[in-house]
């Protein structure tokens, strides 16, 4: 039997009250760089409170987003040679973003590096959007059901969101 993440395009639609997956992903991406703008606004104005907030929101997003997409999207679009080496690429993009999330993790905003760090993040974010939107999308709307994946990563979201822990360090 097929599960969800396995989905292919041309089984039946079904109706559903969630995004389809990558309207959820884009959705997330756009959040996400309104916050790192929102961030940039804040650097050089003091506003240590404001920024550790900020950052910790920012951190708290990409956790949940890409543990979504490791545990859900990508396996979806294993499909072939290339979907592979772009879902390689992605897992180690993953891997650099999230070691740096730790770091910010374990500092204040008055920290040095504090801001340099959250900022190259963000330079590390839009690099990754822009070729999981350009490349990755694409082809995961040629060959997966949508809808149904978009639930399951719904309801996978709706958990660990319930679950991160939102307070300042």
Excluded at 34 to 39: E, I, P, T
Excluded at 43 to 59: D, F, P, S, T, Y
Excluded at 71 to 88: G, N, V
Excluded at 149 to 159: A, C, F, T
């Amino acid at each position: 039997m097929m599960t969800a993440t396995q989905a292919k395009k041309d089984s039946v639609p079904r109706k559903t009250a969630e995004p389809n997956a990558v309207d959820m992903l884009v959705a997330d991406h756009k959040k996400v760089k309104k916050l790192f703008s929102d961030y940039d606004k804040l650097i050089g104005k003091g506003g240590n409170k404001e920024r550790g907030e900020l950052a910790l929101q920012i951190c708290n997003e990409l956790k949940v987003h890409t543990e979504v997409e490791e545990t859900i999207f990508y396996p979806a679009l294993r499909l072939d040679e290339k979907t592979d080496r772009l879902l390689d690429e992605a897992v180690v993009e993953h891997a650099s973003a999230k070691a740096l999330i730790e770091q910010i993790l374990q500092m204040r905003p008055n920290d040095s590096f504090y801001d340099a760090k959250v900022t190259v993040l963000g330079e590390y974010i839009n690099h990754h959007v822009k070729e999981e939107e350009e490349e990755m999308f694409p082809l995961a709307k040629k060959k997966l059901d949508l809808a149904e994946l978009g639930d399951e990563m719904s309801k996978k979201k709706k958990l660990l969101l319930a679950r991160i822990d939102k307070r300042p360090s």
